[in-house]
């Protein structure tokens, strides 16, 4: 305490100490926002993010009907219709197919299998995949897939089979031949590029029983009984037939074999070559081996074919066939004045005429050198007379070969029988000698 000069105490405190202090300052007031609570839909989709599981509904013919995710291996709702198997791995479908067909026949049937299936940007993912039979169900009527993606830490020790398969599914991309796999009742499931490629259709249209489409009406029974016997019998099968691609014929040759054990096939799968090139080198070879160069008729070995055929029916039938020879007059003098190939030309266009003369159902063919034969079955009376005069006019018909007029006449020889078991080389041989009689007589009255 201090002392001033007039003896009085001296405060250090301010002259206003006894007032109360004044009110703290006032903060200004804070403007608030208010944050709406997500809505129940926004709150399920943000947990689906945290989930490894959905579900998929299956309809009795093993089409996606119906997925409980919006989003599922990155697709939206384009799988919807589509065949679970287009998706799968193949070396899986035959598993998940005997699980279906399973489920189908087995009320409460419910199992677990490990599968692969394929994403929208082809990315392969492992999923446990478990069938549960809801065909009884009012509503849903097919049967339930619920799917649990696998952590990549589950699959590591499964790695070695996944490359293994993935190596597979390259092989399959990469061959030439095509692949096409079923399910139990002959449902297409996969196929490859070169599948594609030699029906013309994409995957989309090969699937379910699309193929069998694409495949010449005249061919499909004999395709769809060997992708049939497959099934039934458990053994390999094999069918040629030609693709209708739109623009032009092609031939495949197909390998069914079956898959799953003796007593449950869970489908075949088949491999497709395009034959195409090989069939056209076999039908050249084989048209060159059994016709004539020069006119493109049938050569003596294909008519002795047609002939014997025609005498098979005719045991069986029991109408007639008429063989009628055919050998130029004056030919030789036609070589010796202009040429061979102005012969040749005489025997192309003499080959011409005796196809116009002649029925569509006759056999027309070249002997050799200047000789023709017809072949006719179930001719009426006196036709076979009227058909050699047609010939015999047709061929006297003058022809210009190299600026040259050339006539050349024919003589035709008539052998009939109703004898089926009539030997082929006597009935020829009775046509030609009755061409040298009415050559002997042409000449007599010539």
């Not at 599968?115 to 492992?126: L, M, P, T, Y």
């Not at 003596?300 to 025609?310: C, H, P, T, V, Y």
Request: aromatic share 6%; charged share 25%; with cysteine.
């Amino acid at each position: 305490m201090a002392t001033g000069p007039s003896g009085r105490h001296r405060s250090f405190l301010s002259p206003h100490a006894n007032r109360p202090p004044p009110p703290p300052p006032v903060a200004p007031p804070v403007e608030r926002t208010t944050v709406a609570a997500p809505d129940e839909d926004a709150i399920r989709a943000a947990l689906k993010r945290y989930s490894r599981e959905f579900l998929l509904l299956i309809s009795p013919r093993g089409e996606i009907v119906q997925s409980s995710e919006e989003i599922t291996l990155g697709y939206r709702d384009e799988r919807m219709g589509h065949h679970i198997g287009e998706n799968l791995h193949p070396d899986d479908l035959p598993r998940v197919f005997d699980l279906i067909e399973r489920a189908r026949a087995t009320k409460g049937f419910e199992e677990t299998i490990r599968v692969r299936a394929r994403g929208k940007r082809g990315e392969w993912h492992s999923f446990d995949a478990t069938v549960i039979d809801a065909t009884h169900d009012p509503v849903l009527k097919g049967a339930v897939l619920r799917v649990r993606e696998i952590d990549a830490r589950e699959v590591a020790a499964a790695l070695p089979l996944a490359g293994a398969a993935d190596r597979f599914l390259s092989l399959a991309e990469a061959l030439p031949l095509g692949i096409l796999s079923a399910d139990a009742r002959g449902h297409v499931v996969f196929c490859n590029e070169s599948a594609q490629q030699i029906f013309n259709l994409p995957a989309d249209r090969l699937m379910g029983r699309g193929f069998e489409a694409a495949v010449a009406a005249a061919d499909r029974p004999d395709v769809v009984e060997a992708a049939g016997a497959v099934l039934r019998t458990g053994l390999p099968h094999q069918v040629t037939f030609t693709v209708e691609t739109g623009l032009f014929h092609r031939w495949a040759h197909a390998k069914f074999v079956p898959l799953g054990v003796e007593d449950r096939r869970t489908g075949w799968i088949a491999t497709v070559e395009d034959v195409t090139d090989r069939r056209r080198a076999e039908s050249q070879l084989a048209f060159q081996a059994t016709h004539d160069p020069l006119t493109g008729l049938p050569n003596r070995m294909l008519l002795e074919d047609r002939l014997g055929q025609a005498c098979s029916r005719l045991r069986r039938d029991g109408d007639s066939v008429t063989v009628l020879f055919v050998d130029l007059d004056l030919f030789k003098d036609v070589n010796d004045t202009y040429g061979h190939r102005a012969g040749d030309q005489v025997l192309i266009e003499v080959a011409r005429r005796l196809g116009h003369v002649t029925r569509d159902v006759d056999t027309v063919a070249r002997l050799g050198g200047d000789e023709f034969v017809v072949v006719c079955e179930a001719l009426p009376p006196g036709e076979a007379e009227r058909i050699a005069g047609r010939i015999t006019d047709a061929v006297a018909v003058p022809m210009l070969v190299d600026g040259h007029r050339v006539t050349v006449g024919a003589s035709v020889g008539i052998a009939t029988t109703v004898d089926g078991s009539l030997d082929i080389g006597d009935l020829l041989a009775r046509a030609d000698q009755d061409m040298y009689r009415s050559k002997q007589d042409r000449h007599a009255h010539g």
